[in-house]
């Protein structure tokens, strides 16, 4: 059994993977060949926004939407301590300031309210405010835009949806990749679609971000690859990448519509055992992950112990929240500063979920309800 089934995703989709890659081999143009904006034009339909500007993979998209959307070094960015590193390690690479904002317990994603809780009181202790907020689409939900739009305009913050993990959720009628300023995703093999290597993109509606973009990818390239305007990034999409993820693409629905079925299954059969995932109202999650979470570490870790003696594999997202890592430290940020994060990365483990079973299997369910 594989955490997330690749090898069947490749097995029903080989024939037309196979025959992209080719004619990427037979045209030869690896860098920003026509499958590029094929992709590009594909997403954007996809996602509903106007700009999808490829990448070389999730990590860079963040950084891409923070540098385009001008953030400065000692510049503040408020995200969620439970996240993967990614999301606040590019604020740090960029010279900016990760303040952490804890999560809502039922969602795992940063909780609005704690958001303008801390907006507030800097404003009261005459302290800097921040420039920007990365909320990030944890598990395949997203964050609660409904919220933090009208929080970030009213109160001046750019807002940067990390929909990495988000990809084909929605709020009501918007895509995940449609909310903020700027959306970012990955491609990474793992993600909800992913590709054969790394890759990522940015989202946005606004003409003057996506120029900037499709500039800072390209080493900030101008009118054209030897006329700089910017400092920028060598992160573009392998042209193979993007042939592969336009097959992705197309099977994605179909293997959303399963994945929703598995997590289903998931839930009915163990919710009486574990504390299921919770979908707000209007919410759609992708399930990049199905998370459960243990009553206490105890029993988690003895869930995760017979699942490794069985050769199940069962993961946990994520053992530390980030203000525990060692590399932000020099923020400043101890153990007890976000209890929720803490609690929540003690208790929490995630379940094998891919497009192509709708159902679980049962060695999975004899292991968490025979427990
Ligand atoms: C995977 C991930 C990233 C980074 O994506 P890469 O393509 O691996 O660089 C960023 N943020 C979150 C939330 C992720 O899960």
Request: charged share 20%.
């Amino acid at each position: 059994m594989q955490f997330i089934d690749l090898k069947s995703q490749y097995e029903a989709l080989k024939e037309r993977i196979d025959n992209r890659i080719q004619t990427v081999l037979n045209h030869g143009q690896f860098i920003m060949g026509p499958e590029v904006q094929e992709l590009e034009q594909k997403l954007s339909e996809y996602v509903d926004i106007k700009h999808t500007i490829t990448c070389a993979n999730g990590t860079d998209a963040l950084q891409l939407a923070l540098m385009t959307l001008g953030i400065q070094p000692g510049d503040i960015v408020f995200t969620t301590p439970f996240t993967f590193f990614a999301t606040a390690e590019v604020i740090a690479l960029i010279g900016a300031k990760p303040v952490f904002i804890d999560i809502d317990p039922r969602t795992f994603n940063i909780d609005p309210q704690k958001l303008e809780d801390e907006i507030v009181r800097r404003q009261k202790a005459g302290e800097a405010p921040g420039a920007a907020v990365t909320a990030v689409d944890l598990f395949g939900l997203p964050s609660d835009y409904t919220v933090l739009e009208p929080l970030c305009s009213k109160h001046g913050l750019h807002l940067i949806e990390d929909a990495a993990q988000g990809f084909g959720g929605a709020i009501g009628a918007r895509k995940a990749g449609s909310f903020g300023d700027i959306a970012t995703t990955s491609f990474f093999p793992a993600k909800p679609l992913g590709c054969y290597g790394d890759g990522g993109a940015v989202f946005t509606n606004n003409d003057e971000y996506a120029e900037k973009l499709r500039s800072l990818r390209f080493h900030g390239k101008g009118t054209d690859k030897y006329d700089n305007v910017l400092i920028g990034l060598n992160s573009r999409l392998d042209t193979l990448q993007a042939a592969i993820l336009l097959e992705k693409l197309a099977a994605f629905p179909v293997e959303y519509a399963a994945r929703q079925e598995l997590a289903y299954a998931y839930s009915t059969a163990l919710h009486d055992r574990f504390l299921v995932p919770w979908i707000p109202e209007g919410f759609e999650t992708c399930w990049a992950q199905y998370s459960l979470l243990a009553q206490n570490r105890e029993e988690r870790d003895r869930v995760i112990a017979q699942a490794k003696a069985r050769g199940i594999p069962i993961m946990i997202y994520y053992p530390k929240p980030l203000h525990l890592l060692k590399a932000m430290q020099y923020l400043g940020v101890s153990a007890g500063d976000f209890p929720v994060s803490e609690q929540v990365s003690e208790r929490i483990f995630s379940l094998p979920m891919h497009g192509y079973s709708k159902q679980p299997s049962n060695t999975v369910l004899e292991l968490l309800v025979g427990e």
